[in-house]
C-alpha cells in the first residue's frame, strides 16, 4: 500500500468517547486525505492537508478534526463519536497534485456502539 | 456531492468476456481516473485520462473519455476471476491549487469462473 500504515485497523468504541486515527506514510508526500466509505454513498472527503499545518475541510467534515504537525502523520479526530460515524476509514496521499493519482492504506473500521 | 455516477451499479459475466463499466459527471474536470477495489482492501489507482486525452490504454484496460457527452468508459479484455472487484471513478476539477479528487459509488464486477 505505497508506504501508508493506518491505525489502529479495526475499533470499538462508545457513543460520546473522543476517537483518533492515525495514517503515517513514509513516501514524503505533500497532500494527505481522510476518505469514508459507507454503502450507497461511496467515497467521501472528510478532511485534507496540502502540507504540515495546512489543512481544509471536506464534504463531511461536521463532528471531525484534523492535524498535521509532520509530513508523515496525519491525524483523524472524532471529538464525541456518534453511531453515524460507525464506517470505514480511509486515508490516501499523493504528491503529485491535489486531484492527481491517490495512494490508499488498507482502512480503519470504526464501529461506534 | 458526488461528482462522478458510474453505471450500471452491478455487473456479472463469464470468465474470458469483456466487462465495460461506464461514468458519467456533471462539471468540467481536468482528469477523469479509476480506482479498484478489492473487498476488505484499500483502492488502487488503475489508469488516468485528462480532459485532453480521448482514450488510453493500460494493459487490458482500456478508458476512453468524451468530455462532450461528460462521460467515460472502462474497458476490462478478457476478463479473470480476478478481476473481481469494485471500480470507482474519480474526477479531478479546475477549482484551484487544492481541489480534490470526487468519487462516484462504485461498481461491483463480478467474474465467474
Known amino acids: 500500500d505505497a508506504g501508508i500504515t493506518q491505525s489502529p485497523r479495526h475499533k470499538v468504541t462508545e457513543t460520546g468517547t473522543p476517537v483518533t486515527l492515525r495514517c503515517h506514510q513514509t513516501?514524503?508526500?505533500?497532500?494527505m486525505y481522510w476518505y469514508r466509505q459507507d454503502p450507497g454513498h461511496g467515497l467521501r472527503l472528510i478532511h485534507y492537508?496540502?502540507?504540515?499545518?495546512?489543512?481544509d475541510k471536506g464534504e463531511v467534515s461536521d463532528g471531525y478534526s484534523v492535524s498535521r504537525s509532520k509530513t508523515e502523520d496525519f491525524l483523524l479526530t472524532l471529538e464525541s463519536a456518534t453511531s453515524s460515524q460507525t464506517s470505514v476509514y480511509f486515508c490516501?496521499?499523493?504528491?503529485?497534485?491535489?486531484?492527481?493519482?491517490?495512494?490508499f492504506g488498507s482502512g480503519t473500521q470504526l464501529s461506534v456502539l | 456531492s458526488q461528482q462522478g455516477e458510474e453505471d450500471p451499479q452491478a455487473l456479472s459475466i463469464q470468465e474470458g468476456e469483456n466487462a465495460t463499466m461506464n461514468c458519467s459527471y456533471k462539471?468540467?474536470?481536468?482528469?477523469l481516473q479509476w480506482y479498484r477495489q478489492n473487498s476488505g482492501r484499500g483502492l488502487v489507482h488503475l489508469i488516468l485520462i485528462r480532459s485532453n486525452e480521448r482514450e488510453k490504454h493500460s494493459g487490458r484496460l482500456r478508458v476512453t473519455l468524451d468530455t462532450s457527452k461528460k462521460s467515460s468508459s472502462l474497458l476490462i479484455t478478457a476478463s479473470r476471476a480476478a478481476d473481481t472487484a469494485s471500480y470507482f471513478c474519480?474526477?479531478?476539477?479546475?477549482?484551484?491549487?487544492?481541489?480534490?479528487?470526487?468519487f462516484g459509488k462504485g461498481i461491483t464486477l463480478s467474474v465467474r469462473p
Open positions: 474519480a474526477t479531478g476539477g479546475y477549482t484551484g491549487a487544492n481541489s480534490k479528487l470526487t
Open positions: 490516501a496521499i499523493s504528491g503529485t497534485g491535489s486531484n492527481e493519482k491517490l495512494f
Open positions: 462539471t468540467s474536470i481536468n482528469n
Open positions: 492537508s496540502y502540507g504540515v499545518k495546512d489543512t
Open positions: 513516501e514524503n508526500h505533500r497532500y
